[in-house]
C-alpha cells in the first residue's frame, strides 16, 4: 500500500514569497492533517479536514495560512507572504475513518521549507 | 493546553541493551496515546498505540506501559539495534476527534 506523498521535499523562498505544498493521502482515507515542524519541536497541528471539510483550523495563521481539499482526496497548504519563522518542516497525516478518537495517523516525509 | 513532556532529553544506549522513554501528559481526559518514532529527514512512524483501558501492551520488541493515575506512559524497546536510532514521540489524544498532543520528543542514540 502506498503511504502519504508530499512534494515538493525541499523548498527555500525569500521572505514575503509565496508557497504552495502538495499531499495526496493513503487511498481512501477520510481524515487528511496538516502539521508545521519546527527544528527540535514536536509537530503542531494546523488543520484537520474530514473529507472536504474543515474540521479544526484554529491554529492556522488563517492571515497568511491557507489549505483546500477539493474532492476530499489531495490537499494543498499555501502560506502567503512567507515569514523566516515559518521555517519549519510540513508534515501531511492521513487517517482512515471520520470523526473516530482512536484512528492511527500515517505521516508523509513532509516538505522542509527553508525561508531566507 | 496539553502539556507533554518527557524525562529525558536524550538517551543513550548501548546496542543489544533494553531502552526506557517515559512521557508524561497533563490532560486526564486524553484516552488514546500513540508512540511515534522519528528518523532524520524522515515523516513520524507509528510504533504502537495503546487506550486508556489497557495499561500494558506489546508489539515486536516494543511494550507501552500506561499508568492512568499518575498520568504516565512508557515505551520500552528490547535489545535495542542501530535502527532504532531516531526521536520518539508520545502522542496523547487531546479531545475525541483524533487530535494529537506531541511533546518535544526524546532522542535516542544506540551506540555500536
Not at chain 1, 495526496?24 to 471539510?53: R, V
Not at chain 1, 491557507?66 to 497525516?93: F, H, N
Not at chain 2, 510504533?47 to 498520568?71: A, C, E, F, H, P
Amino acid at each position: 500500500e502506498a503511504g502519504v506523498a508530499q512534494s515538493p521535499r525541499y523548498k527555500i523562498i525569500e521572505k514575503r514569497q509565496s508557497v504552495a505544498f502538495w499531499c495526496n493521502p493513503i487511498s481512501g482515507h477520510a481524515t487528511l492533517y496538516w502539521y508545521q515542524q519546527i527544528l527540535g519541536q514536536g509537530p503542531k497541528l494546523l488543520i484537520q479536514f474530514q473529507n472536504n471539510g474543515v474540521v479544526d483550523d484554529s491554529q492556522l495563521p488563517k492571515d497568511r495560512f491557507s489549505a483546500e481539499r477539493l474532492k476530499g482526496v489531495d490537499s494543498t497548504l499555501k502560506i502567503q507572504p512567507a515569514k523566516l519563522e515559518d521555517s519549519a518542516v510540513y508534515l501531511c497525516a492521513s487517517s482512515l475513518l471520520a470523526g473516530v478518537d482512536t484512528d492511527t495517523q500515517y505521516f508523509g516525509p513532509g516538505t522542509r521549507l527553508t525561508v531566507l | 493546553g496539553e502539556s507533554v513532556g518527557l524525562h529525558l532529553p536524550t538517551l543513550s544506549v548501548q546496542e543489544g541493551d533494553n531502552s526506557i522513554i517515559n512521557c508524561a501528559y497533563s490532560n486526564s481526559a486524553s484516552d488514546y496515546f500513540i508512540w511515534y518514532k522519528q528518523e532524520s529527514g524522515k515523516g513520524p512512524q507509528f510504533i504502537i498505540d495503546i487506550r486508556s483501558n489497557m495499561d500494558k501492551r506489546q508489539g515486536q520488541r516494543v511494550t507501552v506501559l500506561l499508568n492512568k493515575t499518575v498520568k504516565h506512559l512508557s515505551l520500552q524497546i528490547a535489545a535495542t539495534q542501530p535502527g532504532d536510532s531516531a526521536v520518539y514521540f508520545c502522542a496523547p489524544s487531546r479531545d475525541g476527534n483524533n487530535r494529537l498532543a506531541f511533546g518535544k520528543g526524546n532522542q535516542v542514540v544506540v551506540i555500536p
